[in-house]
C-alpha cells in the first residue's frame, strides 16, 4: 500500500471513530435504534479437558429474563422489566411459566457441584451502576450490550477437575432460558520464563538495556513520542488488572486507583511489579523508564472476584480515553495435544474466550475505555475450529487490542506465542528491562530490577504504553479521546511489519509512524 493511500485509510478511520463515539444510530422519530447483539453459540461438548483444574461455573440467563439475585436466592423479577426487555424476551420465544421452570431446575443442578458456597452476582458492582454503565455503552457505540447482572457464579472447591462439572455445564446449556454455561479455568500470568538474582548494586541506571523505547525497527520509538506534547501518556489513566503488585518499589509512582485484593504470593507480586514497570516507570534518572512514564497507573485485584467483575471496575476507574491491562491467561479447549515449548502452559488462551469476560470488554470498549489484552503464551493457532469462532472478527469483536510475543530482534512469533487474525499487534516475548525478580538488582525487593521479563505479559504493557502515549498527544492537541477501534486499526496500519511467518502476531507499534496520524485527524 502506498504512504498516501495508508495515510488517508488511517484518517478515515480515526474520524468514523469520532463520529461512531459522538452519535449512536437513531431512527428519523428520534427513538434509539441500537445493532443488536450477536447470538451466543452453544457448545455442544464439553470444551475443556477432563483433567484441566477449574475455579468456578458461570451460568448468563438471556438478555430479558430479569433473572436476579435477590436475599439469599435467584429470581424472576418479571414486574420488573422495561418494554425493551419484553422485546428480548420474545426474540427467544420465551415466556415466564417456561423461565421459571427452568431456572427451578438450574438451581438443582448448580447445587449438584462442588461447590464453595451457594450462586452469586458474576459482577461485584451494585445494579444501579451496571445498568447505568450499560447505558452509556449502548449510547456511545450505538450497539446492543450484554446485561451483566444476568450473569452469575459458583465457586468450586479447590481440586475440582472439568470432569467434575462437565455434565452439569451440558444440562444448563441445554435449557432454553440458559445463553451460556461454562466452567472457568484458573487464570495465571503470561509469562514465561525468568532470569535468577546476580547479586548486583540498586539504584543503577538500567534505561540504556530498555532498547524497546528505541526507534524502529528494533523498538517501538518511545523516546519520540516523549518529545511532543502529552506523549508521555500525561492525562490518561492506566489500570492493570491481575494478582498483586509491588506500590513500594522505589521506581514506581504512587497508584491513583487500588480496587480489589491482591493475593499474598510472591511470583504474582513480581509479575505485576514488573508489568506497571514496562508502562510507567519513574523518569527520575536511575532504574528504568516507563513507556508511558506520565501517565496515572492503578491496579485492580482479582483475588476476591471475577477477572469479568475485574475488568468492569479497571474500565470505570479508567474512564474513556483511559486504558485497561487484561494481562492473563487460562487453559482453554485443546487444540495441541502437546506443546514442543512452554510445555506448563501448552492451550492456556486469552480470556475474552469466556463470555462474561468478553462482555465485560465489549462494555468498556463501547464506552470509549482502550482495552488491551495478552493473547497468551499457549502455542496455539486462535483461528482453529475448536474455539468456535471466538477470535474472528466477523463473528465477534470485543475491540479489545490482542497483542501477541514476538522476539526482541527480528520481530518473529516467539515459538510458544498464540497466533491467528485476531491478534492485532506484538511486542518483545523476551529480554526486557523492568522492576521486579531481582536478576539486575538484588538489593532488597523494593529495589529489585530484572533483565528477563518475558511472555505476552512483557509483550502487552509495552504497547499499553503505546496507546497511553497515542492518547496522551491526542488530549494535548485537544482532539479528545480517540475510539478504541480507530486506534488498534492505527497500531495495525503504522506499525513495523513482523517477520515473515505463517504465525500472524501484527506489526510492533511505532510511534514515530502513528503520532503524525493522531494529530493530522
Given at each position: 500500500m502506498k504512504a498516501s493511500s495508508l495515510k488517508s485509510r488511517v484518517t478515515r478511520t480515526l474520524m468514523m471513530g469520532l463520529c461512531l463515539m459522538a452519535a449512536p444510530a437513531v431512527q428519523a422519530s428520534g427513538v434509539k435504534v441500537l445493532e443488536?447483539?450477536?447470538?451466543?453459540?452453544?457448545?455442544?461438548?464439553?470444551?475443556?479437558?477432563?483433567?484441566?483444574?477449574?475455579?468456578?461455573?458461570?451460568?448468563?440467563?438471556?438478555?430479558?429474563?430479569?433473572?436476579?439475585q435477590r436475599?439469599?436466592?435467584?429470581?424472576?423479577?418479571?414486574?420488573?422489566?422495561?418494554?425493551?426487555?419484553?422485546?428480548?424476551?420474545?426474540?427467544?420465544?420465551?415466556?415466564?411459566?417456561?423461565?421459571?421452570?427452568?431456572?427451578?431446575?438450574?438451581?438443582?443442578?448448580?447445587?449438584?457441584?462442588?461447590?464453595?458456597?451457594?450462586?452469586?452476582?458474576?459482577?461485584?458492582?451494585?445494579?444501579?451502576?451496571?445498568?447505568?454503565?450499560?447505558?452509556?455503552?449502548?449510547?456511545?457505540?450505538?450497539?446492543?450490550?450484554?446485561?451483566?447482572?444476568?450473569?452469575?457464579?459458583?465457586?468450586?472447591?479447590?481440586?475440582?477437575?472439568?470432569?467434575?462439572?462437565?455434565?452439569?455445564?451440558?444440562?444448563?446449556?441445554?435449557?432454553?432460558?440458559?445463553?451460556?454455561?461454562?466452567?472457568?479455568?484458573?487464570?495465571?500470568?503470561?509469562?514465561?520464563?525468568?532470569?535468577?538474582?546476580?547479586?548486583?548494586?540498586?539504584?543503577?541506571?538500567?534505561?540504556?538495556?530498555?532498547?524497546?523505547?528505541?526507534?524502529?525497527?528494533?523498538?517501538?520509538?518511545?523516546?519520540?513520542?516523549?518529545?511532543?506534547?502529552?506523549?508521555?501518556?500525561?492525562?490518561?489513566?492506566?489500570?492493570?488488572?491481575?494478582?498483586?503488585?509491588?506500590?513500594?518499589?522505589?521506581?514506581?509512582?504512587?497508584?491513583?486507583?487500588?480496587?480489589?485484593?491482591?493475593?499474598?504470593?510472591?511470583?504474582?507480586?513480581?509479575?505485576?511489579?514488573?508489568?506497571?514497570?514496562?508502562?510507567?516507570?519513574?523518569?527520575?534518572?536511575?532504574?528504568?523508564?516507563?513507556?508511558?512514564?506520565?501517565?496515572?497507573?492503578?491496579?485492580?485485584?482479582?483475588?476476591?472476584?471475577?477477572?469479568?467483575?475485574?475488568?468492569?471496575?479497571?474500565?470505570?476507574?479508567?474512564?474513556?480515553g483511559g486504558v485497561v491491562l487484561v494481562q492473563l491467561q487460562a487453559v482453554g479447549p485443546r487444540t495441541n495435544k502437546s506443546c514442543a515449548c512452554n510445555a506448563s502452559q501448552c492451550n492456556e488462551i486469552p480470556l475474552e474466550f469466556w463470555q462474561a469476560n468478553f462482555d465485560a470488554i465489549a462494555q468498556a470498549t463501547a464506552a470509549g475505555v482502550h482495552v488491551v489484552e495478552a493473547a497468551g503464551n499457549g502455542s496455539v493457532n486462535l483461528d482453529a475450529p475448536e474455539y468456535r469462532g471466538a477470535f474472528d472478527l466477523s463473528v465477534r469483536d470485543s475491540g479489545a487490542i490482542l497483542v501477541g510475543a514476538g522476539t526482541a530482534t527480528t520481530r518473529a512469533p516467539m515459538c510458544w506465542a498464540n497466533h491467528g487474525s485476531r491478534v492485532d499487534v506484538q511486542g518483545w516475548g523476551e529480554k526486557v528491562v523492568t522492576l521486579g525478580y531481582g536478576d539486575l538488582s538484588a538489593a532488597g525487593e523494593n529495589r529489585w530490577y530484572t533483565a528477563s521479563f518475558s511472555g505476552s505479559s512483557s509483550a502487552a504493557p509495552m504497547v499499553v504504553g503505546a496507546v497511553a502515549d497515542l492518547q496522551g498527544v491526542a488530549n494535548a492537541a485537544g482532539k479528545g479521546p480517540i475510539d478504541p477501534r480507530a486506534l488498534r486499526e492505527l497500531l495495525r496500519a503504522t506499525g513495523t511489519p513482523q517477520a515473515s511467518s505463517t504465525k500472524q502476531i501484527g506489526p510492533l507499534p511505532d510511534l514515530r509512524s502513528a503520532i503524525p496520524q493522531v494529530l493530522a485527524r
Open positions: 443488536p447483539r450477536l447470538s451466543t453459540v452453544k457448545p455442544t461438548s464439553p470444551e475443556l479437558d477432563p483433567e484441566t483444574p477449574v475455579q468456578r461455573l458461570v451460568v448468563k440467563f438471556h438478555e430479558g429474563t430479569r433473572v436476579r436475599g439469599s436466592g435467584m429470581r424472576v423479577m418479571a414486574l420488573e422489566r422495561s418494554l425493551d426487555e419484553r422485546a428480548r424476551m420474545r426474540r427467544h420465544s420465551l415466556f415466564d411459566s417456561k423461565l421459571r421452570a427452568d431456572l427451578q431446575i438450574a438451581l438443582m443442578l448448580l447445587d449438584s457441584l462442588p461447590r464453595m458456597g451457594p450462586p452469586e452476582r458474576l459482577f461485584r458492582q451494585d445494579e444501579f451502576t451496571l445498568a447505568e454503565r450499560k447505558s452509556l455503552a449502548e449510547d456511545r457505540s450505538g450497539k446492543e450490550m450484554a446485561d451483566l447482572d444476568l450473569y452469575f457464579e459458583v465457586p468450586l472447591q479447590p481440586g475440582t477437575l472439568a470432569r467434575d462439572v462437565n455434565p452439569v455445564v451440558m444440562q444448563l446449556n441445554a435449557l432454553d432460558s440458559v445463553e451460556i454455561a461454562y466452567a472457568e479455568a484458573a487464570t495465571e500470568p503470561a509469562v514465561f520464563s525468568l532470569g535468577e538474582s546476580d547479586g548486583a548494586s540498586a539504584s543503577t541506571t538500567y534505561e540504556s538495556l530498555q532498547g524497546y523505547l528505541d526507534m524502529a525497527p528494533g523498538g517501538i520509538d518511545a523516546r519520540y513520542a516523549w518529545t511532543v506534547p502529552g506523549g508521555t501518556g500525561a492525562g490518561v489513566k492506566i489500570v492493570d488488572v491481575e494478582g498483586a503488585w509491588n506500590g513500594s518499589h522505589e521506581d514506581l509512582p504512587p497508584f491513583f486507583y487500588e480496587g480489589g485484593i491482591q493475593f499474598i504470593d510472591s511470583v504474582w507480586r513480581n509479575h505485576g511489579t514488573a508489568v506497571m514497570g514496562v508502562m510507567a516507570g519513574k523518569a527520575n534518572g536511575y532504574g528504568i523508564t516507563g513507556i508511558a512514564h506520565g501517565a496515572q497507573v492503578g491496579r485492580e485485584g482479582i483475588a476476591n472476584q471475577s477477572i469479568a467483575s475485574a475488568i468492569t471496575r479497571a474500565a470505570l476507574a479508567a474512564g474513556r
